[in-house]
């Protein structure tokens, strides 16, 4: 699969926020505050899982289709890599 810039941006954007709780961290910022940023990365890192989730999984729908191939198993299979990431 290839990935697009898209997806390649908003997991520099996740490096970034993670960067910068280590760097909160080694300042002695309050839990809290690390805490809540550690939630929004993992939010973030969530999204981007699902986006290249969905975008794979639209990619090899529309392959099966062409190639007259059932598409139930790539749904299912998508949806329980979707849950086991979690």
Same mark, same amino acid.
């Given at each position: 699969?290839?990935?697009?810039?898209?997806?390649?941006?908003?997991?520099?954007?996740?490096?970034?926020?993670?960067?910068?709780?280590?760097?909160?961290?080694?300042?002695?910022?309050?839990?809290?505050?690390?805490?809540?940023?550690?939630?929004?990365?993992?939010?973030?890192? %969530?999204?981007?899982?699902? &986006?290249?989730?969905?975008? +794979? @999984?639209?990619?090899?729908? *529309?392959?099966?289709?062409?190639?007259?191939? %059932?598409?139930?198993?790539? &749904?299912?299979?998508?949806? +329980? @890599?979707?849950?086991?990431? *979690?």
């Amino acid at each position: 699969m290839e990935y697009d810039q898209q997806v390649k941006n908003r997991l520099r954007r996740i490096e970034g926020q993670i960067k910068g709780v280590l760097s909160m961290m080694e300042q002695g910022k309050d839990c809290r505050d690390v805490v809540t940023q550690l939630a929004a990365s993992r939010n973030a890192i %969530d999204r981007a899982m699902g &986006v290249i989730v969905s975008t +794979n @999984l639209e990619h090899c729908v *529309r392959e099966s289709i062409k190639s007259g191939e %059932d598409t139930e198993n790539l &749904v299912k299979e998508a949806v +329980n @890599l979707l849950v086991k990431s *979690r």
